[in-house]
């Protein structure tokens, strides 16, 4: 099956601080991306879809300064939390869309990426 | 507005079966997934139901009613490894998953 990657798997940094995610997806090539955030014993929130080539699109509430998204290739997204404070700490969580198979509208997720800061 | 509901929490034994429902609301639909999620990790795909009715995988089943919104997720033969959270996630007609908080499945031996 289609499988995707985080990286870093943690991280922990200073307050002040920037922080890059990178969701890759391995085997297939990918024209949207999703990044998701998700506090403990919550449901996931969808911050922004990605799109190859163009500018992302920001869930309400998402500011677009703080959390700069680009995906400059098919199998490449990166999330850079930009000025990070403590309640920026959660689990965030990329996923991706295999579009060139028959299950096209399936989200395939990646393991995810716990970001403390402190 | 969008909404889903599942129950919270639901406690079962192992070896036992146990169904999950879930009852959504979404701007248009273009399916409903079920995804498992155990504590401090990613979802990972269970099922996809788009059209009425039960479809089968081999200890786990979904059903699907669309006239009344409502889905249920089936897990025959309990086993440990099952206690996880499981989402009801329906795709609504931007092809944007909606999520729930989900249901915390605890097993009990």
């Known amino acids: 099956g289609a499988v995707v990657s985080q990286h870093p798997s943690r991280v922990i940094c200073k307050s002040g601080t920037s922080v890059k995610i990178e969701c890759r997806s391995l085997?297939?090539?990918?024209?949207?991306m999703f990044w998701y955030r998700q506090f403990p014993k919550k449901s996931l929130m969808l911050m922004a879809t990605s799109n190859e080539g163009s500018k992302a699109t920001y869930e309400q509430g998402v500011e677009k300064d703080k959390f700069l998204i680009n995906h400059a290739s098919l199998t490449l997204s990166t999330l850079t939390v930009t000025s990070a404070h403590p309640e920026d700490s959660s689990f965030y969580i990329c996923?991706?869309?295999?579009?060139?198979?028959?299950?096209?509208?399936?989200?395939?997720f990646g393991p995810g990426t716990r970001l403390t800061v402190t | 507005g969008q909404n889903i509901d599942q129950p919270t929490e639901m406690t079962a034994t192992e070896g036992a079966i146990v169904q999950i429902n879930c009852t959504y609301q979404?701007?248009?639909?273009?399916?409903l997934f079920w995804y498992q999620q155990h504590a401090g990790e990613a979802p990972t795909f269970l099922s996809y139901n788009v059209l009425d009715g039960l479809e089968e995988k081999g200890r786990f089943s979904s059903f699907l009613s669309r006239s009344k919104g409502y889905s249920y997720l089936l897990l025959k033969e309990l086993q440990m490894k099952d206690s996880a959270s499981y989402l009801c996630?329906?795709?609504?007609?931007?092809?944007?998953?909606?999520w729930g908080a989900g249901t915390k499945l605890i097993i009990k031996p």
């Open positions: 996630a329906p795709m609504d007609s931007n092809y944007q998953l909606i």
């Open positions: 996923s991706a869309r295999d579009e060139s198979g028959t299950s096209e509208i399936e989200q395939y």
């Open positions: 085997d297939f090539q990918a024209t949207t």
């Open positions: 979404t701007s248009g639909f273009n399916g």
